[in-house]
């Protein structure tokens, strides 16, 4: 794959006067959804288009197109040009600040490699073959298969230009059996995450293991209770942990959001976690390997770095954009991105985990009395304060230092800074969830990640 003919020399059209960003991006789409062993969608389609952001003393000015041919990115770029300097006569900024960044060529990561959608369908079908055969006695199955696939090719007249692709793609299954009177209880699992179809799809054995792991616990949950309201001494697991890294804590340092303000405006440079408690929102690498979800180069042409957020348990920083790294006096972190095309660049998250300790998460269950290990959740909120609720689908109760009985749905509440001061223990091995979206004014992939710990929460009951 080379650089689009289209955008190479156009960077010669851009007003030295101005600061500019021309960006063409294409989304991918592929979902293929089997409801019990009916195909109810099949559905395949692409969104491509130019982009122009430019900024007049910081006034900004965007336009677009889905055209995709010289004369139509030369009207985008005058357009955006236009707007700029229209809004910079008839607005004032007196807070603006503006941070240089180094000027470069971000080189392509990967291909994209387009599958057959029949190929998709069958796969899909040969796992709900499997899910029939060996679990008849399930109420319901779903298999599900998403990807969301983007390719963006950048030129900015300040900072890094560059070619770049995210490909993901994650496969369903989900499970629905009845307790004992007749209440449906259901859980779900997902595969696969950064890559194409055939990277985790050519064969199956990875995907039975998780159906066979994922009938295990439905039935267990359908003979599980209900968990005792109250303030209780829980292990969180990965998932549940990763959760908690993004909405709870997340989404309060996110520049923008702090400066609109978010409880981590006040908090910076305070304790706001246990010691123990270390979170990063990674770039592109996390321990030696390719993280989740790799961005190397955001939409305004920062190479993307790791953003520091909490070190032993001190905020010590936000995630940011440009004009907000100047206005914070950071370092640019290259947190900034837009779904499809048309969309301007708003902060986002990446792939934001809690980092590992020390403890085995055997001696954790063991140093629990009287509490709860809650492995699943399917949503969660929250807000600037950093107050979250998130529901909890699948967990155990501990007793006595041993695992118990498995519990029915659940909500886990609290605020966030406050619950991360208990944390006493941290596993030493990360999960991630490689199917996160975030819905932040507009959709993006994102990846979220936690290692086990122990800790202090509030757990609803019946």
């Known amino acids: 794959m080379q650089m689009n003919k289209l955008l190479v020399g156009m960077d010669s059209l851009f007003d030295t006067s101005l600061k500019t960003e021309l960006k063409w991006q294409e989304n991918r789409y592929r979902n293929v959804n089997f409801n019990c062993g009916n195909l109810v969608y099949n559905n395949r389609s692409e969104v491509s288009g130019v982009y122009a952001r430019v900024c007049k003393n910081g006034m900004y000015g965007s336009a677009a197109t889905s055209e995709c041919s010289e004369e139509k990115v030369k009207e985008v770029l005058k357009a955006a040009s236009n707007n700029a300097l229209f809004m910079d006569r008839h607005a004032k900024r007196n807070d603006y600040k503006s941070i240089v960044v ?64 995210v490909p993901r793609c994650n496969l369903y299954v989900g499970m629905t059996a009845e307790t004992k009177d007749g209440t449906p209880v259901e859980l779900g699992v997902n595969t696969g995450g950064y890559g194409c ?63 609109n303000g978010s409880v981590a405006g006040p908090s910076l440079g305070k304790m706001v976690a246990s010691e123990m408690v270390n979170l990063v929102d990674f770039a592109h690498t996390f321990n030696g390997e390719t993280a989740p979800l790799p961005v190397y180069l955001d939409d305004e042409g920062v190479e993307a ?33 837009g779904w499809e095309y048309m969309h301007d660049p708003i902060i986002r998250m990446r792939n934001t985990t809690i980092l590992p300790g020390q403890d085995k998460l055997e001696e954790m269950i063991a140093s629990v009395d009287d509490g709860y290990y809650l492995l699943e959740t399917n949503n969660g909120q929250a807000d600037l304060t950093g107050e979250f609720m998130f529901g909890v689908t699948f ?24 619950m991360l001061k208990t944390v006493d223990m941290i596993s030493d091995k990360v999960y991630w969830c490689t199917s996160g979206m975030c819905g932040k004014g507009q959709a993006m992939m994102v990846a979220m990640g936690g290692p086990e710990i122990r800790c202090k929460i509030m757990l609803g009951g019946n």
């Open 102 to 165: 180094p000027n470069g060529t971000i080189a392509l990561n990967r291909p994209i490699i387009d599958t057959e959608q029949k190929k998709i369908i069958d796969v899909c079908r040969q796992v709900d073959e499997y899910i029939v055969k060996n679990y008849p006695n399930l109420k319901s199955r779903y298999v599900g298969y998403n990807e969301e696939s983007m390719e963006k090719e950048l030129l900015v007249s300040e900072g890094k230009s560059g070619h770049t692709t």
């Open 197 to 259: 179809f055939d990277d985790y799809y050519s064969k199956l054995d990875e995907v039975y293991k998780k159906v066979d792991e994922l009938y295990i616990k439905v039935m267990a949950k359908s003979e599980g209770v209900r968990a005792e309201a109250g303030y209780k001494t829980v292990i969180l697991g990965g998932i549940l942990g990763g959760m908690l890294s993004h909405e709870a804590v997340g989404h309060t340092v996110e520049a923008d959001l702090v400066k």
């Open 305 to 337: 770095k790791d953003a520091v957020i909490i070190k032993d348990g001190k905020l010590v920083g936000y995630m940011n954009n440009k004009e907000l790294a100047a206005y914070y006096d950071m370092e640019p972190t290259g947190n900034a991105r």
């Open 395 to 418: 967990g155990y109760e501990i007793k006595k230092g041993k695992l118990g009985r498995a519990i029915l749905d659940t909500t886990v509440s609290g605020m966030a800074f406050d």
